[in-house]
């Protein structure tokens, strides 16, 4: 029954669009229309409002971090995981718009924060990284999410390194069209506006 509540906890904490709420309260309307038509961080930037931009990469790290660390102190360690992987299904799947969200990168980020801190800064790393060499959101996220698991097995966390495998796993197949202009050479610059 746990195991229940923890993704059904993660995936309700994950599902908060707040990209779209943000943009809407701010008068700029619906991020669907602009840009890569999605709910996250990067196409918020898109707007030129740096400022939200960084509210929506805020929460959406947040609502990965309170799942995992709600459910694990009702719950359990596994429990938290498993809520944790339920956030980031809710981000990238919420039920409120029609299955239709986020690629989970910045909910994933914070899961790893949650699951363990040297293991999401890591993460964070990478991602900094990449992305000051190449300016690109999503090479930048691939290579983060990809050097995750090899981090926690370096650390000796095999559980850790399967579980930010599957999330590894996650983020890459919602960047199916990415990697597809990524090789292409066509996909955008961090900032560029929609």
Partial sequence: MSVLLALALG???GSVPWGLLLTRASGLGDIRSIGSGNIGATNVLRTGNKTLAAATLALDILKGVAALALAQALWGETAGLLAGFGAMLGHAFPVWLGFKGGKGVATGGGVLLAAGWWLGLGAALVWLVMALVTRI??????AA?????????MAGRWDLAAFSAGIALLVAWRHKANIKRLLAGTEPRIGRKG
Wanted: hydrophobic share 65%.
């Fill in 145 to 153: 999410c990809a050097a995750a698991p090899a981090i926690a097995a």
């Fill in 11 to 13: 995936y309700l904490l």
């Fill in 137 to 142: 959101s999503s090479a930048s996220a691939l």
